[in-house]
């Protein structure tokens, strides 16, 4: 149908469309309209995709010279060739509308097998590729730094976007880093001698551009072709490369005296925790290395590669590493904490140093993004509380937005299950997670679901360690057994394969009538990239509130800082944190409004207004008061009648298109987006 | 005459049947006998007719093998060649004594599950005994499309679906004390074969140790005393005949993990894009997979996990009737299409795409949702509503609706305060056997083979016999005895056949 989403000619390829996607629609329009960025949770499975995909072609194909580009990021590889498959439906559908051929060029990224499409880039309308290729400066600095400012950018499935950017700018040291490292700035040495021996002017050639500076970059930036990059901090381009670091033998020299200081460090038996111009005093004192060169590191280790004329970059990925460090730790003094650890804390007998180099800091990363590209959209199902996203990755959206999924038949059914039949509160707490009457009420939660839920049921525990002991304790009291009366079980374990291996007889044990459990991990790869639509997840079991793992130094440093930074007490970001990998994992069985799904959340915490007001507003606003604190048999027959409802599929929620043209109806759709 | 492309697995010259010399012959589906000098048959008997095969007692004169059919009837015959007399009876007895059981299960499993479905539907019992047992119509022509239509519902217990295993067929084997310190298992057979299924390797310990190293009693001692059965304890024993199991277990496991999954859409392994460099990211708390590291509650924990997931595989896979280590034709169908090309959208493996678009479709979205109906494509409607043979059809077809002759003479008077109970059931009986042939007759349309001509012509006077044998008796009886029109349906129903002209339309 041809849509006028506020005077835009919108061609969407469907007969009918979800109020919701009419509204996600319209917000998307105005955040571009005010060139601005935009926050918006709509629920998986009411198309938001195809939305995103056909209001920003529409608006390109309208206002070419506005919006040159879209960008569109996705998580994982399956959800990349999703958009590219919806993408091709888009197009198919205007080529058989409009007649004309297909102008719009798209490319899709989906392994660094690519990197070498850099120039089509620049002509694409339509990139589609993993969120490292904007995030991770490595990585963005080859593919994306020249391209147009007048991007869209969309960050789909966005809900974990602050972690990509922690992790794409962390690093980690051990002592095998450094002495690969070693082995490197040696092999560099060596490739100098002989260089200098049969080609000495190349190594000249090299020093001169380097006097010159990084004039080319700076200028570069400045005229707006390049996207900055937080490695290659605007500082340095204005400088030439410090005397001291321009020769190739000094800088080898140079990387070797940082090499012995870093091994020096790693050489302790107790955890030191210190912030960078702590690290670069120490430095600065013990081995005479200044801050200046050490921000150069990265930029001279590039330079030389390509000077040295090494094909395989690959080889020299820990020196590359250590000299990332370098420049990242000389270059930020704050949103960055520098820990080192004697060893494990599992194993405290096994000596394994280990330098983290944390980034406590999202921003940082997603910095030039929001500065280059005028309209940035973070969206996902599950983005509540949606004030947060913002002051974590600093940005101030034009637009927030939640949108709830219409429904003919309320097809999902979340309910918190808080104690036992005897009483005996559910609950994760740490203080009685091991309780044996805690974990033979979940056993019992657990029996008594696989006993009236058809096909399959997914559990999810808060982690992997407590999974096991469960698990463990389950097999020795003998519930696991009763439960294979009913379903097979099928449980992740910390290998990929293995688990996959697990998914796929758990989803044949589905499909041929039998019945199966899957016992799986929040935060694991099954509860961030597996759906279990239709009778592939009848019922999902949070067991628990999976908070993040809050002994690690990482986080603390990590929390410490949100608060003094941000002002987001400790406790709020936890249950944030907390409150987004639940609703992922209940959302896991909800993918459309033809599918339906238990959402059982077994923990008396969940029916705290704190904890309640952290879920999306799709699953919150189907959270009665008669959901909330249930025992097991009270979550047995309200279970069983939303089952029983659930049998025959009543109606649909759509539109067509005269619908769309009454004023009334477009009022009502405005009441589905729901404005932070 | 014999089909030209039947085997024969013996030839017997110089039989005698009847006094009659001639050559006996073993074919894969019967025995059939023929006199010198003809080339045909007097005798052929389907192995699945005969019941058994009776020899003379050695030492007699006349060295006779006598064949006895289901149907009592029973044919000698006479090995007659002096010399090897004795010899050509045993090979004809030896090969007959493999092939019958063969057939005699074929035969039986038919046989049982026509007794099956009389038993359990007493209605089609009572047709049965109306038109078979009164002999309107033959057994045969009875089942012919009755097992057919059986066959559709059943074809999996034809093709001898396996039935699959509880998952918590190890939880059945409760052990209880003895009351002197020692436990008791119970096991059954169904839990042997359950074992057995689910874990080959126990299998073929068994096979390799019973009964030549162990009874088979201590065999399963040990089994239940064995690191092996409590997979949560660990394996430390070398002594232990299982512990091998469990290495072949995990062996299997392994092969199966490493053939990887067929389904792109659950490989967690090509999940992500781009995973950091190492050395990146703030994810320290990667947990070291080396079991150095780990504590001797971890490994039994761990264990566990495997065990849980290795026994549902089996159990599934053993329930599917499939072996779960070895890769079916499925994933060989698909293996060469969904390599590595993951990466590229243009070369997508297929399944990936089909499951990919499966994925992304709304269906509620399209106009055109429901189900796509076959339009029905009547090229003359017209002849087809004139010609005769729509004509009685849907005077058939009127009289047994709702509000046809007979719903009518129900309406009109409430039948049950009228007449008796027995004549009641009795007039259910005629109706349903009537149906029954009637559904027989205009089975055959359109007549376009001969067989078919055969039948509608038999059919007819099947009717012709029902309807003299049955009907009028009733109709009289029911007159006699009370009013009514109430049989006149079935007649006119049947007039509406005897009218129809039996010419094949096509």
């Known amino acids: ?676 | 005459m014999a089909a030209l492309s039947e085997e024969v697995l013996l030839v017997v010259k110089r039989v005698r049947q009847r006094k009659q010399d001639g050559t006996l012959y073993l074919m894969a589906e019967r025995i059939a006998w023929g006199p010198e000098g003809k080339d045909r048959f007097t005798v052929s008997h389907l192995y699945a007719d005969i019941r058994c095969q009776k020899i003379s007692p050695d030492g007699k004169a006349k060295i006779q093998l006598q064949l006895v059919l289901h149907t009592g009837e029973s044919t000698n015959l006479h090995f007659s060649n002096e010399s090897t007399a004795l010899k050509d009876r045993d090979a004809a007895k030896d090969l007959l004594q493999q092939l019958l059981p063969k057939f005699k299960k074929r035969a039986n499993k038919e046989l049982e599950e026509k007794n099956r479905m009389l038993q359990e539907d007493p209605v089609l019992f009572q047709l049965y005994k109306d038109l078979v047992v009164c002999q309107v119509i033959s057994a045969e022509e009875f089942w012919a499309n009755r097992l057919s239509i059986n066959n559709v519902d059943h074809s999996l217990s034809n093709n001898k679906q396996e039935v699959g295993i509880s998952a918590a067929f190890l939880a059945d084997i409760r052990p209880q004390t003895d009351g002197c310190n020692g436990l008791r298992y119970n096991l059954t057979s169904d839990i042997i074969e359950s074992i057995f299924r689910t874990y080959p390797a126990v299998k073929q310990k068994y096979g390799e140790n019973v009964p030549h190293n162990m009874t088979e009693k201590e065999f399963w001692t040990r089994f239940f005393q064995s690191h092996y059965f409590h997979r949560d304890r660990i394996n430390t024993g070398l002594q232990d005949i299982f512990s091998e199991c469990a290495k072949q277990d995990e062996k299997g496991l392994k092969s199966m993990v490493f053939q990887g999954v067929k389904n792109p859409m659950v490989d967690l392994l090509s999940l992500e894009d781009k995973s950091l460099d190492e050395g990146y990211g703030s994810n320290s708390t990667a947990p070291s997979t080396s079991n150095t590291n780990k504590t001797v509650k971890e490994n039994s924990n761990s264990a566990i996990i495997k065990r849980f997931n290795h026994h549902s595989t089996m159990v599934l896979a053993a329930g599917s009737g499939k072996k779960a280590d070895a890769p079916n034709g499925q994933a060989c169908e698909t293996s060469s299409t969904d390599g590595n090309s993951r990466d590229s959208d243009f070369f997508q493996p297929p399944i990936k795409k089909v499951k990919i678009q499966d994925v992304i479709e709304y269906e509620d979205l399209h106009r055109e949702n429901g189900k796509k109906t076959v339009a029905l494509n009547l090229k003359k409607s017209d002849s087809v509503l004139s010609g005769s043979a729509l004509c009685t059809a849907s005077c058939a077809i009127a009289a047994l609706s709702p509000g046809g002759v007979l719903m009518q003479a129900l309406a009109q008077q409430a039948i049950n305060q009228m007449v008796p109970n027995d004549v009641q059931g009795e007039l259910k009986h005629l109706y349903t056997a009537a149906g029954e042939l009637l559904r027989h007759f205009w089975s055959c349309f359109p007549v376009n083979t001969l067989f078919l001509e055969e039948k509608v012509v038999k059919m007819r006077s099947n009717l012709e016999r029902f309807q003299m044998t049955k009907l009028r008796p009733f109709q009289e009886k029911v007159q006699r005895q009370y009013l009514s029109t109430n049989v006149t349906w079935c007649l006119q129903s049947q007039d509406c056949v005897f009218d129809f002209p039996l010419v094949p339309p096509l």
């Not at chain 1, 509204?23 to 998307?28: A, I, R, V």
């Not at chain 1, 930074?565 to 944190?577: G, H, P, S, V, Y």
């Not at chain 1, 969940?606 to 979550?635: C, F, M, V």
Request: aromatic share 10%; net charge neutral.
């Open chain 1, 1 to 676: 149908m041809k849509l006028n989403i506020e005077g835009l000619l919108v061609y969407f390829p469907y007969d009918y469309i979800y109020p919701e996607q009419y509204s996600y629609m319209l917000e998307l329009k105005r955040t571009l309209d005010a060139k601005g960025h935009g926050v918006l949770e709509m629920p998986s499975g009411t198309g938001k995709t195809i939305s995103l995909l056909s209001l920003i072609v529409a608006y390109q194909r309208e206002y070419p010279l506005e919006v040159t580009k879209l960008i569109y990021c996705s998580r994982t590889v399956p959800e990349i060739e999703k958009v590219v498959e919806e993408l091709r439906k888009l197009m198919e559908f205007y080529s058989k509308e409009t007649g004309e051929k297909n102008n719009i060029l798209a490319l899709a990224l989906s392994s660094r097998k690519n990197l070498c499409v850099h120039p089509e880039i620049l002509h694409a309308n339509i990139i589609v590729y993993s969120y490292h290729y904007l995030l991770d400066p490595k990585i963005a600095d080859l593919v994306s730094k020249e391209l147009s400012k007048k991007s869209v950018v969309v960050f789909d499935e966005a809900h974990n976007i602050d972690n990509v950017c922690i992790d794409s700018m962390s690093v980690n040291i051990t002592r095998r880093t450094l002495d690969r490292s070693q082995a490197n700035v040696e092999t560099l040495q060596n490739t100098i001698l002989k260089i200098k021996e049969t080609d000495a002017a190349k190594l000249k050639e090299e020093y001169r551009r380097l006097v010159e500076g990084l004039k080319e970059a700076n200028v570069a930036r400045e005229t707006d072709i390049y996207m900055s990059n937080p490695v290659l901090p605007d500082e340095i381009l204005q400088e030439a490369v410090p005397g001291s670091i321009r020769t190739a033998e000094h800088f080898v020299g140079f990387m070797k005296r940082f090499l012995e200081y870093l091994k020096a460090r790693l050489r302790i038996h107790h955890v030191v925790q210190e912030s960078a111009p702590q690290f670069l005093k120490d430095i600065f004192e013990k081995v005479c290395i200044d801050r200046k060169p050490l921000r150069f590191c990265a930029e001279r280790l590039r330079s030389l590669l390509r000077t040295l004329e090494i094909a395989d970059i690959a080889d020299f990925s820990a020196i590359t590493l250590i000299s990332n460090f370098a420049t990242l730790v000389s270059t930020y003094s704050k949103g960055f904490t520098i820990i080192i650890e004697p060893f494990e804390d599992r194993t405290p007998t096994i000596a394994n140093p280990v330098l983290h180099f944390s980034c406590m800091d999202p921003s940082i990363a997603i910095k030039p993004v929001f500065e280059r590209f005028q309209s940035v959209i973070i969206t996902s199902g599950t983005l509540s509380p949606l004030d947060i996203y913002p002051r974590i990755l600093d940005f101030r959206p034009v637009t927030v937005a939640s949108f709830t999924m219409t429904l003919a038949r309320t097809c999902l059914c979340p309910l918190v299950v808080g104690r036992g039949n005897d009483q005996v509160a559910m609950t994760s707490k740490f203080e009685t997670r091991e309780d044996f009457a805690v974990i033979r009420n979940y056993g019992n939660l657990l029996l008594e679901m696989s006993a009236i839920v058809p096909d399959g049921i997914v559990a999810f525990f808060t982690s992997y360690t407590y999974m096991e002991n469960i698990v463990a304790s389950w097999y020795e009291q003998g519930i696991l057994e009763n439960v294979q009366r009913n379903k097979l079980i099928f449980i992740e374990t910390p290998d990929a394969a293995e688990t996959s291996m697990a998914l796929e007889k758990y989803q044949e044990a589905c499909e041929n009538g039998r019945g199966a459990i899957l016992l799986s991990v929040a935060r694991g790869k099954v509860s961030e990239g597996i759906d279990f639509v239709h009778h592939f997840g009848r019922a999902v079991i949070m067991f628990g509130v999976p908070y993040v793992y809050t002994q690690s130094r990482i986080l603390k440093a990590r929390l410490e800082y949100l608060r003094d930074q941000f002002q987001i007490r400790e406790n709020d970001f936890l249950t944030f944190d907390a409150m987004r990998h639940a609703a992922q994992c209940v959302g896991r069985a909800i993918r459309g409004k033809t599918d339906y799904g238990l959402m059982i959340f077994a923990d008396k915490r969940y029916a705290r207004a704190d904890k309640r007001g952290k879920l999306p507003r799709w699953i919150q606003e189907h959270l009665t008061d008669g959901s909330l604190n249930l025992t097991i048999d009270e979550t047995v027959q309200l279970s069983k009648h939303f089952l029983r409802q659930m049998e025959d599929q009543l109606g649909l929620s759509l539109l067509t298109l005269e619908q769309l043209q009454s004023e009334d109806m477009l009022q009502k759709i405005a009441q589905i987006a729901h404005q932070a």
